[in-house]
């Protein structure tokens, strides 16, 4: 009998190929890279991901200004001679855009006015992207188009063109920089200050040229100049127990912000709570118990263990097991906490059906106009301007759990309807937690994606290896890139030995860790061994 022993770190893997009765047939190490910057421990595909993103801004760029440029020709409002169109180039921009409010051009000059705009569009504010930014350069963008609104009033400027004319007639320069201590932009550009300075051009310069600036040509110049790639929608896996007992094949997995998944994952993180007694036995929560914390929890983000113990008038002494050092409180339901605030929809956002709730959270995550949401909020729901600003800046759990909408709600009843943990909940649901084999036995181990399709991601057009295009692929590349490795080492063996008739695999327990989990479990080891440091010091 052969036994492969494995031992998989995060860039090496160690293996032994032992036969009883004969001993050892051969070992060896794999070394290889984990796909990180040594120094910033970031992934290496980030650098590639920053140029790549450089690269497609500056193609785009080039395209929509020789397609802005032949717009303008079209229309009359550039020449066709490149020696013409240079010599309207090197006029003044931002004294034309200024005289394009009150007087009238020539049509050269509004064209050049029109294409200087196009050059300085402004930045577009986008919902999604300030929310995973919001304390950093989003926070400053945004802090900084604030300053640019009080700077247009207070010096009398209708437009932005006109706002940077006067500014350079005052020896200040008309780029964004950023200064200050704090590293802020004085002024800062969005989208909404050209649109408004566009429509200002157009409406005064149509009065003067109504056969040159007509409807027709106003949509084909506007449209080229603000057009906006929408954001690519993530590619959401499939349900964890996908086409078992019931489960739709393709059924996907729902949003962490869904109600039902706060539901499910707050009934199982309440029953897997056991009383710790000094001296004692851990005991499970009675029915009752679990009713009220989760009624305790089901209205707040965050509740301490203290409280809860408190809620149930636990002696003294008895304390939860998942309470320690570094846990201090238990999560509760995050979406109906933030959005059933009073300062938000208050109580009203329980006497909301599902669906309603549903359509609430989806237009909150994915809306990407600022003005477009809070309408909305304003008009479908009779908020004041205040609380529409809270509700859109609810702060909602972004990511995916592991099951769809079938499965949830089987799990639900499950757990609800006794003190058990999630193993036992999924076996009353009908599901087996953990064994997904079919039985099938294999000659090679083949790519991972295949056998692991309802714990990834499908695979995107992207993606340049065949197999993670056709499967999908872990988006931890320390775990991708040791997966991939396995499988090469595996079936090198076969290929030399033939199939072992078993295999052990030790797996580093940093391998699966994200950058922010990486981070957490280094310092905890800091603190566990400081700790550790003052008891010896308390002890000697």
Known sequence: MRRLGLDIGTNSIGWCLVEYGAGIVDLGVRIFSDGRDPKSGTSLAVDRRQARSMRRRGDRYLRRRSAFLNALIAHGLMPADASE???????????????????????????RALFHLNQRRGFKSN?????????????????????????MRSAGARTLGEFLAIRRSEGKHARVRMGAENQSYDFYPQRPHAEEEFDAIWRAQARYHPDLLTEAARA????????????????????TFAGMNGVPEDERRLPKAHPLFQQRRLNEEVNQLRIVSPGGKERPLTLEERDRLIWVLQGKKKVSFATLAKEIKLAEGQTFNKESENRRELIGDE????????????????????????????????????????AWLKSEYGLDDAAAEDVANATLPEGYGRFGETATRRLIEALKGDVITYDKAAQVAGFD????????????????????????????????????????????????????????VVNAIIDRYGRPDAIIVELARELKLNDQQREEHKRRIRENTAAAARRSEKLQ
């Open 433 to 488: 937690h953990s064994d997904h084999r079919t039985g099938e036995v294999l000659d090679r181990l083949p790519y991972y994606g295949e056998l692991l399709t309802r714990e990834i991601a499908p695979g995107k057009d992207e993606y340049g290896d065949p197999d993670e295009r056709r499967f999908g692929k872990v988006t931890n590349p320390t775990v991708h890139i040791g997966l991939r490795q396995l499988q090469k």
């Open 220 to 239: 084909s110049i506007q449209r080229i100049l603000f057009f906006q790639r929408p954001l690519k929608s993530q590619e959401v896996g499939r349900c």
């Open 335 to 374: 979406v109906r906490a933030e959005l059933g605030a009073k300062k938000r929809f208050g109580a009203r956002w329980l006497h909301f059906d599902l669906e309603e709730q549903l359509r609430i959270i989806d237009r909150i995550q994915n809306e990407e106009e600022p003005d477009t949401l809070l």
């Open 85 to 111: 169109a240079k010599l309207v180039a090197e006029r003044d921009p931002y004294t034309i855009r200024q005289r394009a409010l009150d007087e009238r051009l020539e049509p050269y000059e509004i064209g």
């Open 127 to 151: 919902r999604k992207a300030e929310r995973t930014s919001r304390e950093n350069e989003g926070g400053k963008i945004r802090a900084g188009a604030e300053r640019l609104d009080e700077a």
